[in-house]
């Protein structure tokens, strides 16, 4: 071996491993068109099969519970992971964001999507390579691990190390997958449609507009770099946070390289101290409430696997910053004004702001008052006590859930929030699912009032 050639560090053992889990990504158009075609074939004739059972057996149908078997969730939760791109992260998006909605069975497979990509054959990742660095790659290290330490919807992250010994994190987009977002995210609302997901009353052409808009700005390694660097910026000082450091150098368009930052996953901590887990959840609230109301700009993507956790320190990594936004000023205001109006305890000003947020269409408290005056006592009881709020009790979930199914039942309410306050609620919501998963106490009031406190003394400072 010469000095030109990095060492591959990966034993017969890994190999076989991998294997399992190699899988080229189709890469062109009719490739990936092929795929959909194939699951929608799948998906066609699982419901066939099913509604000829239920039939017989003298069961009801109906076209949700059809295209809902367990071999139908598994088609659609296979051919995602094979295509990955755009039409993955969609179904990333659908088990984190719906949460305590979906079937418990659908909610499980999908969630697979999260951490069980495939990852593309080594021969293709070297054209990816080739293409980005030329074909003389493999001299700028000393070793390249070809087997990936993480694989996701967009790409798959690889460990290195520079010839002046820089212990490197590679990203590594997968090929074909900026080109196919827009067909992808068309394809996978078709599918959203059919299984009743997406309700055909609902005007979604800006919602989807936004999720192609995003996704592109997710494939552009190039802008992530220099999130990522801001992000730790604002962070400098900040104890308890890591953010990997961009290596500019090495950093194109679909390859994004960093430093490789210790850490194991965030569930990890399940396993820790209830002090150690509410520690570390209150920091990532105060993150959250910090990028809303001081950065003006927040990483909108709470997957579990964007943050890893340092047993030695608590410390916390932040990874992945491609889903980073600015905050629009009024969508700010707005949750601002809801939660002053929620820390006050005013009902009436609590429905107000959440009409005027986009949150709740005007109709909805006209027609149905009790059922919201319900929904809101339950919401400003939890936010009443300056005490730690119990995340793994999730006992006023289901209420709420109750309210807002009874009220869904009537198509005249149905409306889509404002996109950019999705983008920031899904932030929230996949924090709070974070804290459940950790079961973690901690006072949502104190930091809400502090980070509020705070910023409101900087902005008129700043008038």
Known sequence: MTDDTPDFENTPADRSHDKRREKAVPSGRLARF???????????????????????????????????????????TDRLAHLRGAAMKMGQMISLDSGDFLPPELAKILASLRD????????????????EWGNDWRKQFKWFNPRPIAAASIGQVHKALTRDGQELAIKVQYPGVAKSIDSDVDNVMTLLKLSGFAPPELEVDKLLAAAKKQLHEEADYQREGEQMALFKERLAGVDGFVVPTLHQGLTRGSILAMSFEEGVSIEELEH??????????SRLMRLVARELFDFGVMQ???NFANFRYRRETGEIVLLDFGACRAVDPEVANNYRTMLNAGLSGEREAVLNSAIQAGFMAPIVAEKYPDRVNRMIDIILGEMSEDAPFDFGDRAFVPLLRDEGMAIAKDKETWALPPVETLFV?????????????????????????????STQTRDQKST
């Open 300 to 302: 909108t993507d709470p």
């Open 116 to 131: 069980q990509a495939n990852f593309m054959p080594t021969k293709q990742l070297d054209q990816v390579l080739k293409a």
């Open 272 to 281: 820790e101290t209830a002090e150690r887990r509410d520690a570390v959840m």
């Open 34 to 76: 092929g795929t959909f075609g194939r699951l929608v074939g799948g998906v066609a004739g699982g419901m066939a099969a099913e509604g000829a059972r239920r039939l017989t057996s003298g069961q009801s149908i109906s076209a949700r519970d059809l295209i809902l078997t367990p071999g139908n969730v598994q088609r659609m």
């Open 425 to 453: 609620q899904r932030k929230v919501s996949g924090t709070a699912l974070l804290g459940a998963r950790l079961k973690a106490k901690i006072n949502v009031r104190r930091i809400v009032e502090e980070v509020l406190e």
